[in-house]
C-alpha cells in the first residue's frame, strides 16, 4: 500500500472519530432532541425546592423517557419553583399523577419522575400536577444527620 492510500484512510479515521465526538458530546449535554413531537403538550409542577434539576433534563414514567423539562421559573406569590414539562404526545398520564425530582445513581443528574394515579381524566395541554416531592438535596440530608449526631453528645 503506497503512502497516500495511507493517509487518506487515516484522514477518513479521524473524521468519523470527530463526528463520533460531536453526537456523544449533543449526547451527554441533552442538546441533541431526537423526535421531536409534533403533537407534544406541556403540563407544569410546583416544587418547593429543584435541587440541581435543568432545562432539558429528562422526564421519565417507569424507567421510560416520556419529555423533557422546557421551562423552570419561579412563582413569586407561592414562593415555589414552576417547572413546565413537555410530554411527548403518544403518552398520556391521569390528573391524578404525582412528580418527584430524582437522581440519576448516586451523584448523576437530576430528572423529573412521574407515577401515574388511577383517574380516569388525563392531563391536557397546559394541565398542574398537585401532588410533587422535591429533590433530596445531599447537603440537608448530611447537615441534619450531623446535627443530630452533635445533639446527641
Not at 9 to 21: D, K, P, R, T
Not at 114 to 126: A, H, I, K, S, Y
Amino acid at each position: 500500500m503506497n503512502t497516500r492510500n495511507i493517509e487518506i484512510l487515516v484522514g477518513g479515521f479521524v473524521v468519523l472519530a470527530v463526528i463520533a465526538m460531536v453526537m456523544l458530546s449533543l449526547k451527554v449535554s441533552n442538546l441533541a432532541s431526537y423526535g421531536d413531537d409534533e403533537d407534544a403538550y406541556e403540563i407544569i409542577a410546583q416544587f418547593d425546592n429543584i435541587g440541581g434539576l435543568k432545562e432539558r433534563s429528562p422526564v421519565s414514567a417507569g424507567g421510560v423517557r416520556v419529555g423533557k423539562v422546557s421551562a423552570i421559573d419561579y412563582n413569586n406569590e407561592e414562593f415555589t419553583a414552576v417547572v413546565t414539562m413537555q410530554i411527548q404526545g403518544g403518552y398520556q398520564f391521569p390528573i391524578d399523577t404525582s412528580a418527584s425530582i430524582l437522581t440519576a445513581g448516586l451523584l448523576g443528574e437530576q430528572y423529573v419522575g412521574l407515577e401515574p394515579g388511577g383517574d380516569e381524566e388525563n392531563l391536557v395541554q397546559g394541565g398542574e400536577i398537585d401532588i410533587t416531592q422535591s429533590a433530596l438535596v445531599l447537603e440537608q440530608v448530611i447537615g441534619q444527620f450531623l446535627y443530630s449526631k452533635a445533639q446527641e453528645e
